[in-house]
């Protein structure tokens, strides 16, 4: 059962929150992504500060949104 602030993940991608402390937003990626060595660097520090627990349930990434889009806007060319 999924709560009002889930909604369904194309098949293919994976949920995934970014963001500073408190401030954290869900965005949806390609699972190809996860394969990518700059996408490594992120989930090898998502390892280090949350193990296999991620507060917001589901994997949290902890960089800026900044960070982030840089990162997914070079993972798309």
Known sequence: MR???Q???PKGHIPVYVGEQADKKRYV???SYLSHPLF???LQRAEEEFGF???MGALTIP???EIFFSLTSE???
Do not use: G, S, W, Y
Request: with cysteine; net charge neutral.
């Open 3 to 5: 709560t009002k602030n």
């Open 7 to 9: 909604q369904a993940v």
């Open 29 to 31: 990626v390609p699972l």
């Open 40 to 42: 490594q660097d992120l």
């Open 53 to 55: 627990n991620h507060p």
């Open 63 to 65: 960089c800026t949104e």
């Open 75 to 77: 993972l798309r060319c």
